[in-house]
């Protein structure tokens, strides 16, 4: 489940790309590692909130709107970009807290642990604690590791991007980032209501 996560196209995903291609492989990399420190309250706010209020597809609902407008605002920047610049830019590229973010403004995690993740978790702590950790510790091994392993391949062959392949690659990415950010609409207005579900 974490590889597929890890490896599933998505927000997070290209935001590890983009910023790997535009601050180099540390952003990239701690774009990857955000998982591990924004899930930890969506798993316990998943846990012990939403599954106890009475509108919860609002709230996802309200949270994927949120997302999408931010993943929207990334696309469009990734659009307007001009080229890869050598020099160092005088701003930090704030990638991890990009990074968090997203993670953090997608509804994805949240669906997840609530349909998915606590399930197992219940089941795993019922069988013992070390079955617990083991499946967290392979999960986010397997997600953030995938993520890091992307990092590491789009950085090395960062060299070959200048010019007009480069400008087309983060024009390519903020295209998905903007079908992204629709997806997230539509799902946002599906879960309140205002879009019927087929």
Not at 48 to 66: E, N, Q, R, Y
Request: a positive charge.
């Amino acid at each position: 489940m974490g590889l597929s996560a890890g490896l599933a196209p998505g927000p997070l995903l290209t935001l590890v790309i983009s910023e790997t291609l535009q601050h180099g492989l540390k952003a990239g990399i701690q774009v990857a590692f955000a998982p591990l420190i924004t899930d930890l309250p969506i798993i316990v706010f998943t846990l012990f909130v939403l599954s106890k209020l009475a509108h919860f597809h609002t709230i996802l609902g309200a949270i994927s709107i949120a997302g999408g407008l931010f993943i929207l605002w990334m696309g469009y920047e990734n659009i307007r970009t001009t080229g890869y610049r050598i020099t160092l830019q005088k701003a930090e590229p704030e990638s991890f807290k990009k990074g968090a973010l997203v993670n953090v403004l997608n509804p994805h995690p949240y669906l997840f642990w609530f349909s998915v993740g606590a399930p197992i978790m219940t089941k795993a702590i019922n069988q013992s604690t070390s079955a617990l950790f083991v499946f967290v510790l392979s999960f986010y091994t397997c997600l953030v590791g995938s993520k890091i392993l992307l990092a590491v391949i789009v950085g090395k062959s960062k060299s070959f991007l200048s010019g007009n392949v480069y400008i087309y690659t983060m024009r390519f990415l903020g295209l998905i980032l903007f079908v992204l950010a629709f997806a997230l609409f539509y799902d946002g207005l599906k879960l309140v209501g205002w879009i019927t579900r087929g």
